[in-house]
């Protein structure tokens, strides 16, 4: 196994399932400490659990940490909050990966202030007071800079109807990791997000039957945030479009 991130440290917000799980995995398996974060402790002792007992890193348990906190990110004081505790716990911050996310996919005309609020909540400005915490860490004298890796999707290119605020959210997001891009990219702050197509979770509370046959695995989105990671220093993928490749005929 290639432990090309022994020594760097990782948040990983929505971590306690799907996409944002086999990122953490992932991060772990290539050497980094993790913090993870979700908004239930339940889910996130379970995450913290399955980690540890991978034997995929049990030669490397005296070397990294995994630990985890409640943080819904939509909420600036619990960004404080998690990011505080990520201090104690890795001391430095090298990576930030931006991936909790929540879909409500309705008609403007039906949708309520809440649920508009809750996705541009979660997905936009959780991610901009999460990057505004981690690029204030990135600039310390001491420190060389990091990596924000913002979980977009799609749907921030490509508007469908019933997609107004999960939309507007992602195209946010896209227009945000460019321009936190551009700000940074002289403090060796490197910016990338990667836009998936349907991914095989139970996004947002919903159920999964069974395994798809043709979505992306969760495990492959954390394959492509580990190679861009992987990237020499001097150069930056900073945005990745993955599809299905067979998806079902319309
Ligand atoms: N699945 C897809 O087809 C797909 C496609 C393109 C992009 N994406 C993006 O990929 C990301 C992950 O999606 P997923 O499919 O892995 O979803 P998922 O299985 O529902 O996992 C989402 C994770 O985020 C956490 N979370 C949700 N809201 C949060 C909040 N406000 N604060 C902190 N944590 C929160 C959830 O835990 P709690 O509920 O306990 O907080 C969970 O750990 C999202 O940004 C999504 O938009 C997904």
Not at 56 to 76: G, H
Not at 184 to 203: A, C, L, Q, W
Not at 242 to 247: I, L
């Amino acid at each position: 196994m290639d432990r090309f991130l022994l020594g760097q440290n990782a948040i990983v917000t929505g971590a306690s399932k799907g996409i944002g799980y086999e990122i953490a995995r992932a991060l772990l398996e290539a050497g980094a400490s993790v913090v993870l974060c979700g908004r239930h402790q339940a889910d996130l002792d379970a995450a913290v659990s399955k980690l540890g007992a991978l034997t995929s890193l049990s030669d490397l348990s005296s070397r990294y940490k995994i630990s985890a906190i409640i943080a819904d990110v939509s909420n600036y004081e619990q960004v404080e909050t998690l990011f505080a505790f990520a201090d104690r716990q890795l001391g430095r911050l090298d990576i930030l990966v931006n991936n909790a996310g929540s879909g409500v996919f309705r008609p403007v005309g039906e949708m309520t202030i809440e649920e508009w609020d809750r996705v541009i909540g979660t997905n936009l400005s959780g991610a901009f007071y999460c990057s505004r915490a981690a690029v204030e860490r990135f600039r310390k004298k001491e420190q060389k800079g990091g990596w924000i890796v913002n979980i977009s999707s799609l749907a921030g290119r490509n508007p469908f109807a019933g997609g107004a605020a999960y939309n507007a959210s992602k195209f946010g997001l896209n227009g945000l990791s460019e321009a936190l891009m551009l700000d940074h990219r002289d403090e060796n702050v490197k910016v990338s997000y990667i836009m998936p197509g349907s991914v095989d979770t139970g996004f947002d509370g919903k159920a999964v039957a069974e395994k798809s046959e043709w979505k992306i695995a969760p495990e492959d989105i954390a394959e492509i945030a580990l190679d861009i990671l992987r990237k020499p220093g001097r150069t930056l993928v900073s945005r990745v479009e993955v599809r299905p490749s067979r998806p079902p005929r319309k």
